[in-house]
T-cell receptor, first 114, second 109 residues
Framework: SAVISQKPSRDICQRGTSLTIQCQVDSQVTMMFWYRQQPGQSLTLIATANQGSEATYESGFVIDKFPISRPNLTFSTLTVSNMSPEDSSIYLC???????????FGEGSWLTVV | KNEVEQSPQNLTAQEGEFITINCSYSVGISALHWLQQHPGGGIVSLFMLSSGKKKHGRLIATINIQEKHSSLHITASHPRDSAVYICAVGGGYTDKLIFGTGTRLQVFP
């Protein structure tokens, strides 16, 4: 199993500011992902966090807006930059150990941009 | 058309009822996941399936690979089962998932 600690759990942010979300796993994992869930919507993959190299972003998401770090196999951060109300969402960290294994999710970071 | 379709979108039940949530997908997959999301936003993985059937307590999940269809059943439903249930499929060697839109279940006493 994997236990994921995600911080912050909830925050209210001012328009134009940036916020960094942390994801800490209690064991080494191969794959780490960042998802966004906008109000009333399903989850959408933002990017795959690659250890020691640049993240792989999905269509519609760019590094300037969502810079990601992954310095080791147990930790990653997602920054939401220059926030607008449209960025109000739940952001979730997810980890896995390769195809065919259980996926684990953090508790989510609920961001409201005012 | 979405690659992962769930039905129904919303479901209400009386305590004790048998619940079925369906998931159909149109892509090739290596595994299908059933997830539970509570109002606070956290997600718990209930099942991961690549074939057949799995059971955990009052929850049963089945998958038919040929028909590209999976079902999640809840026997003797309870108000604490109230949550959003999400079907997600993964393919290839990564764990990237494609999510269904979720089924919001409310179980009343």
């Amino acid at each position: 199993s994997a236990v994921i600690s995600q911080k912050p759990s909830r925050d209210i942010c001012q328009r134009g500011t940036s916020l960094t979300i942390q994801c800490q796993v209690d064991s080494q994992v191969t794959m780490m992902f960042w998802y966004r869930q906008q109000p009333g919507q399903s989850l959408t993959l933002i990017a795959t966090a690659n250890q020691g190299s640049e993240a792989t972003y999905e269509s519609g998401f760019v590094i300037d807006k969502f810079p990601i770090s992954r310095p080791n196999l147990t930790f990653s951060t997602l920054t939401v930059s220059n926030m607008s109300p449209e960025d109000s969402s739940i952001y979730l960290c997810s980890v896995g150990r390769g195809s065919g294994n259980t996926i684990y999710f953090g508790e989510g970071s609920w961001l409201t941009v005012v | 058309k979405n690659e992962v379709e769930q039905s129904p979108q919303n479901l209400t039940a009386q305590e004790g009822e048998f619940i079925t949530i369906n998931c159909s997908y149109s892509v090739g997959i290596s595994a299908l996941h059933w997830l539970q999301q509570h109002p606070g936003g956290g997600i718990v993985s209930l099942f991961m399936l690549s074939s057949g059937k799995k059971k955990h307590g009052r929850l049963i999940a089945t998958i038919n690979i040929q028909e590209k269809h999976s079902s999640l059943h809840i026997t003797a439903s309870h108000p604490r089962d109230s949550a959003v249930y999400i079907c997600a499929v993964g393919g290839g060697y990564t764990d990237k998932l494609i999510f269904g839109t979720g089924t919001r279940l409310q179980v009343f006493p």
